[in-house]
């Protein structure tokens, strides 16, 4: 069965950079992509950016840019998501979610989410 | 960007009522339009896909319907595991965007 497993939880100080990762399983993740999401407390959903399973291509949200790399390693079937000059605000629950259906952008399973934690 | 006005924000209704909840675009999408359900402490579960598509092993008392700009996810008869937030999403370009979500209670 497919199971996207993340990374445990972080604590990271201001201005500090945090990589979160994803290791996806019971699919081949070249024949996917991945989206990122966000999710501060007590808020809404926020789309981060996506990557292509298949040429490791990376789109980001314009809000994120410069600051958010995403990559994989198909080697071990493992997306990552790093994002650096962590403010405050970046605390927040991150998903790592398969793009499937035909489109690829219906958000099919999802990670059991990485709280991330920005304080002082 | 798009963006997805969903409404209520929150409702309160009795087990074995019919829930509706509307999330509006703000520009055409055809059907691009997801569903999700989120649980404390989980993470979202897509119900729907393409406006009215059940997603697979999701129950039936589940259903959307629309197109353009204007969506409805219906409860047929809400039950006590269906307490939960619901979102919608829409995948017509870049960025995806979520609606606010509408947080689902017992009465």
């Known amino acids: 069965q497919v199971q996207m497993v993340q990374s445990g939880a972080e604590v990271k100080k201001p201005g500090a950079s945090v990589k979160v990762s994803c290791k996806a399983s019971?699919?081949?993740?070249?024949?996917?992509?991945i989206s990122w999401v966000r999710q501060a407390p007590g808020q809404g959903l926020e789309w981060m950016g996506w990557i292509s399973g298949y040429n490791g291509k990376a789109s980001y949200a314009l809000k994120f840019q410069g600051r958010v790399t995403m990559t994989t390693d198909t080697s071990t079937s493992t997306a990552y998501l790093e994002l650096r000059s962590l403010r405050s605000d970046d605390t927040a629950v991150y998903y790592c979610?398969?793009?499937?259906?035909?489109?690829?952008?219906?958000?099919?399973?999802w990670g059991q989410g990485t709280l991330v934690t920005v304080s002082s | 960007d798009i963006q997805m006005t969903q409404s209520p924000s929150s409702l309160s209704a009795s087990v074995g009522d019919r829930v509706t909840i509307t999330c509006q675009a703000s520009?055409?999408?055809?059907?691009?339009l997801n569903w999700y359900q989120q649980k404390p402490g989980k993470a979202p579960k897509l119900l729907i896909y393409d406006a009215s598509n059940l997603e697979t092993g999701v129950t039936s008392r589940f259903s959307g319907s629309g197109s353009g700009t204007d969506f409805t996810f219906t409860i047929s008869s809400l039950q006590p595991e269906d307490i939960a937030t619901y979102y919608c999403?829409?995948?017509?370009?870049?960025?995806?965007?979520f609606g606010g979500g509408t947080k689902v209670e017992i009465k």
């Open positions: 999403q829409h995948y017509d370009n870049l960025p995806l965007t």
């Open positions: 979610a398969r793009g499937g259906g035909v489109s690829g952008w219906c958000l099919d399973y």
């Open positions: 520009q055409d999408i055809n059907i691009y």
């Open positions: 019971g699919y081949t993740l070249t024949s996917y992509n």
